[in-house]
C-alpha cells in the first residue's frame, strides 16, 4: 500500500493465498478485501456511482500506520472477482478508495500452468 495504491501482482492465485501487506506510504491506510457479484459493475463505477451496493468485507488488516506490516490468509474462489479498498479518510475527509485505492482481481485469473 502507498499513496493512494495497492501494488500487487496482475495474477492472484485461486485457493489458499496469504497477502503479505506493508504500509510503504507517508500516511495510514488499511486493506479489505470484498467479493464481488458478477452482476456488479467494475469497482471503480460502484465507487463513483449513485447506485452503490453494500458489500461485506471478507478478510483484510486494520489500519497501518507507515512502514507496518501485517498478514493474513484466505482461501479464495477460483474464477471469482474480488475488490481492495481502503476506507480511511485523508486530510479533506475523502475516502482513500475515491483517491485510488481500490484495485480488482479475478482468483486465478494470469496464473502459470499448473496454478499456485
Known amino acids: 500500500m502507498s499513496e493512494y495504491r495497492f501494488d500487487h501482482p496482475t495474477g492472484i492465485p485461486a485457493g489458499r493465498v496469504v497477502f503479505a501487506v506493508t504500509n510503504g506510504g507517508t ?3 488499511e486493506l479489505r478485501l470484498r467479493p464481488l457479484p458478477e452482476d456488479m459493475p467494475p469497482i471503480e463505477e460502484q ?34 472477482r474480488y475488490a481492495l479498498l481502503c476506507f480511511l479518510l485523508d486530510d479533506s475527509g475523502t475516502v482513500h478508495a ?7 482481481f479475478r482468483a486465478g485469473a494470469g496464473e502459470a500452468p499448473g496454478g499456485s
Not at 453494500?54 to 500506520?65: H, K, Q, Y
Open 47 to 80: 465507487l463513483r456511482g449513485s447506485d452503490r451496493r453494500i458489500l461485506t468485507s471478507f478478510a483484510g488488516v486494520p489500519s497501518l500506520e507507515p512502514g507496518q506490516s501485517a498478514s493474513f490468509a484466505v482461501d479464495l474462489v477460483p474464477g471469482r
Open 98 to 104: 475515491l483517491r485510488g485505492m481500490a484495485s480488482e
Open 27 to 29: 500516511v495510514a491506510h
